[in-house]
């Protein structure tokens, strides 16, 4: 493949990539908040080394600090638990881990609400063979 077939296809992978993450209802939204001097000073250094736009930096900056705290083991397990505790509804949950996890999330919560299924142990079939040990158990033992 020649380097502008090469670049175009990069290109237009990267194009299909940021299209993917942006849906039609992504409006660009005005947010206001302050900052240490020195940290925009670097920022705008790091956006005039790149030519680009500081706005532009921080949006990618913030994309992939999302992007990597949703992925954490530790936070999924966070949002899991203050879903089954009902402290989060399942739109909050979408919006934080995605909507195939917080799918996930949901088919487990209904599944832990629910009532145990009451099956006998089937009859005709040894589960454990030759591997069954037997344990003696105390009167005071309720188990």
Do not use: N
Not at 7 to 28: N, W, Y
Not at 112 to 141: H, N, Q, S
């Amino acid at each position: 493949m020649c380097k502008p077939c090469a670049c175009t296809g990069t290109v237009i992978g990267l194009c299909a990539e940021f299209a993917h993450r942006m849906s039609a209802s992504d409006k660009p939204r005005r947010v206001h908040f302050q900052s240490p001097e020195y940290l925009v000073e670097r920022l705008d250094a790091i956006a005039a080394l790149f030519d680009k736009d500081r706005t532009d930096l921080l949006v990618e900056a913030i994309r992939e600090y999302i992007e990597e705290t949703a992925d954490s083991e530790t936070f999924q397990e966070l949002v899991a638990t203050k879903y089954y505790d009902d402290q989060l509804d399942f739109e909050a949950v979408k919006q934080l881990v995605g909507a195939e996890t917080a799918q996930r999330l949901r088919l487990l919560k209904a599944d832990l609400e629910g009532e145990p299924l009451d099956l006998a142990a089937p009859a005709d079939v040894d589960i454990y063979g030759d591997d069954a040990t037997t344990v003696a158990t105390g009167d005071g033992d309720e188990r």
